[in-house]
């Protein structure tokens, strides 16, 4: 149910648009901490309702195994309900390579973003690019950033971070 949609192609001013569309997500971040057990991660998903009527969701996955080898996910939803991932914020468990521009691999956390390029190519990816951050240190840190990058807020406006909360 996850990944790109092969009869649609989004350009990357229409990915833009979408990030900064202002997100307000169902439940607050203390909601965010219950993530549930599946085979070898726990996770979690959550709609998100944007303010032009369009669905997002966030999904959380993190490994049972590997503290450092999560995800979190910003997805668009397409008419087909089939999740567009315009952004994912990884941790350090991988190296990751650039196949388009050739870089070398890296081995850092990094942020993954969807272009209308790596769509063209055909890769199973969207959101192939990624850049390696130092926003981040941890799956709480990087859903942080994905609300704070992604225009994401918190229902009743509470803009207290799931930082903030798992302390």
């Known amino acids: 149910m996850y ?18 569309e202002p997100k307000k997500m ?30 997002f969701k966030l999904i ?8 450092l080898d999560f995800s979190a996910i910003l997805g668009f939803v397409l008419p087909n309900n089939v999740v567009f991932r315009l952004r994912r914020y990884n ?7 650039n196949s388009i521009e050739g870089t070398a691999p890296f081995y ?3 942020i993954h973003y969807a272009t209308t390029r790596y769509q063209q190519v055909g890769n199973k990816d969207e959101e192939s690019f ?13 859903i ?13 406006d509470s803009q207290l971070s799931i930082f903030e909360v798992n302390k």
Not at 130 to 142: F, G, H, M
């Open 108 to 110: 850092d956390f990094h």
């Open 144 to 156: 942080s950033c994905l609300v704070v990058d992604c225009n994401i807020s918190y229902p009743n």
């Open 91 to 97: 941790g350090k468990s991988h190296q990751h390579r």
């Open 60 to 67: 959380i996955r993190r490994s049972n195994f590997n503290v």
């Open 130 to 142: 990624a850049l390696s951050s130092d926003k981040y240190s941890d799956l709480w840190t990087a």
């Open 3 to 20: 990944g790109i949609c092969n009869l649609l192609l989004l350009a990357d001013q229409e990915i833009e648009a979408l990030i900064a």
């Open 26 to 55: 169902k439940c607050s971040p203390g909601d965010l901490l219950d993530l549930k057990s599946a085979q070898g991660h726990v996770g979690k998903t959550v709609d998100i309702d944007g303010a032009d009527e369009h669905r």
